[in-house]
């Protein structure tokens, strides 16, 4: 909260680098990702003065604030302002909320969901309700991987949220990809995604379930696949589940399980986005490549590496 006119004064310098930086990514990110995209991370708490994140969803602009205090109503208006002016989108397609010691205020918010295209796909996403839109921006290149090497493969989506990752492996001609999450509400919305690109759900089944649980059941059934997208929260202890889940402590364990119904010459995909650190070059005779540069998305730049998002290949037998 500003106390002191000075400190007007000076935020005014600190919104003038800001416009700057909006333009500026605006033009770069939009060249950078392809005309066949159109939602990107455009500030990501670049300025210390100002703990924000804008990004872009189609003719939408979502604010998600990370400052440890409430930051004034008048500077609050003239970010909107700014991402009025440099972005070319109507004030009511602006949506601020404030995110306070991991808490989203749902005060007054209502449920407003739009469509935004990445790589010439459609995907639905949501601008209030949650603290995350429904699409992981950072993990447009990791997708794109995917998309590139799913011909005629199986394609397993564990923790798969809303689809993203399913899709883009349907696109790259997968000929079998199945979706897991404990979430009903996420499930739901990555058919609705998959219906969106004009593919079939019942073909690429949708599944609702415990993760871990249904590793199991593949192990048993003897079930194979050749890529395997291993995405995980930080930390879940859903009552849904009989074990609470940690990455940093457990994402290895569970890499060394999923290589049980991985085929010779398949890969996991490890989106690593815990303090989990890993030195291996080799893993339960896995091949570790770092991807994390290579996959490095526009506008990802938290200070403290808070909020990064880290990409591993584990390869079976094959070097990329």
């Given at each position: 909260?500003?106390?002191?006119?000075?400190?007007?004064?000076?935020?005014?310098?600190?919104?003038?680098?800001?416009?700057?930086?909006?333009?500026?990514?605006?033009?770069?990110?939009?060249?950078?990702?392809?005309?066949?995209?159109?939602?990107?991370?455009?500030?990501?708490?670049?300025?210390?003065?100002?703990?924000?994140?804008?990004?872009?969803?189609?003719?939408?602009?979502?604010?998600?604030?990370?400052?440890?205090?409430?930051?004034?109503?008048?500077?609050?208006?003239?970010?909107?302002?700014?991402?009025?002016?440099?972005?070319?989108?109507?004030?009511?397609?602006?949506?601020?909320?404030?995110?306070?010691?991991?808490?989203?205020?749902?005060?007054?918010?209502?449920?407003?969901?739009?469509?935004?295209?990445?790589?010439?796909?459609?995907?639905?996403?949501?601008?209030?309700?949650?603290?995350?839109?429904?699409?992981?921006?950072?993990?447009?290149?990791?997708?794109?991987?995917?998309?590139?090497?799913?011909?005629?493969?199986?394609?397993?989506?564990?923790?798969?949220?809303?689809?993203?990752?399913?899709?883009?492996?349907?696109?790259?001609?997968?000929?079998?990809?199945?979706?897991?999450d404990l979430s009903e509400t996420y499930t739901k919305w990555a058919?609705?995604?998959?219906?969106?690109?004009?593919?079939?759900?019942?073909?690429?089944?949708?599944?609702?379930?415990d993760a871990k649980i249904f590793i199991e059941f593949l192990i048993?059934?003897?079930?194979?696949?050749?890529?395997?997208?291993?995405?995980?929260?930080?930390?879940?202890?859903?009552?849904?589940?009989?074990?609470?889940?940690?990455?940093?402590?457990?994402?290895?364990?569970?890499?060394?399980?999923?290589?049980?119904?991985?085929?010779?010459?398949?890969?996991?995909?490890?989106?690593?986005?815990?303090?989990?650190?890993?030195?291996?070059?080799?893993?339960?005779?896995?091949?570790?490549?770092n991807k994390t540069y290579s996959f490095k998305a526009p506008g990802?730049?938290?200070?403290?590496?808070?909020?990064?998002?880290?990409?591993?290949?584990?390869?079976?037998?094959?070097?990329?």
């Amino acid at each position: 909260m500003i106390k002191e006119k000075n400190d007007i004064r000076i935020f005014s310098y600190i919104l003038k680098d800001f416009s700057k930086i909006i333009k500026t990514n605006a033009l770069s990110f939009r060249h950078e990702l392809g005309n066949d995209t159109d939602c990107f991370r455009l500030y990501d708490c670049n300025l210390d003065q100002l703990k924000i994140v804008v990004e872009k969803y189609g003719n939408n602009i979502r604010i998600l604030d990370f400052s440890d205090y409430l930051l004034d109503e008048n500077i609050i208006e003239d970010v909107k302002d700014i991402c009025y002016r440099m972005l070319y989108v109507n004030k009511e397609n602006i949506f601020y909320i404030r995110r306070i010691k991991d808490t989203l205020n749902y005060k007054n918010l209502k449920s407003f969901r739009t469509f935004c295209i990445e790589s010439g796909l459609k995907f639905e996403v949501e601008m209030l309700h949650y603290i995350d839109s429904g699409l992981f921006l950072e993990n447009v290149y990791a997708r794109r991987f995917i998309r590139d090497n799913a011909y005629n493969k199986r394609v397993l989506n564990l923790f798969s949220y809303t689809g993203s990752f399913s899709i883009y492996a349907i696109t790259g001609g997968a000929n079998t990809v199945i979706s897991v999450d404990l979430s009903e509400t996420y499930t739901k919305w990555a058919e609705r995604n998959i219906k969106n690109n004009g593919f079939n759900s019942n073909i690429h089944k949708c599944i609702c379930s415990d993760a871990k649980i249904f590793i199991e059941f593949l192990i048993k059934s003897k079930e194979f696949f050749d890529i395997i997208i291993f995405d995980p929260p930080v930390f879940s202890n859903s009552k849904k589940m009989s074990y609470d889940f940690r990455a940093d402590r457990d994402s290895l364990l569970w890499i060394k399980m999923l290589n049980k119904i991985l085929n010779k010459n398949g890969f996991i995909l490890f989106c690593n986005n815990s303090k989990l650190v890993i030195k291996e070059k080799v893993y339960d005779n896995l091949t570790i490549i770092n991807k994390t540069y290579s996959f490095k998305a526009p506008g990802f730049i938290k200070k403290n590496n808070k909020g990064k998002t880290e990409h591993y290949i584990f390869l079976k037998n094959r070097y990329y």
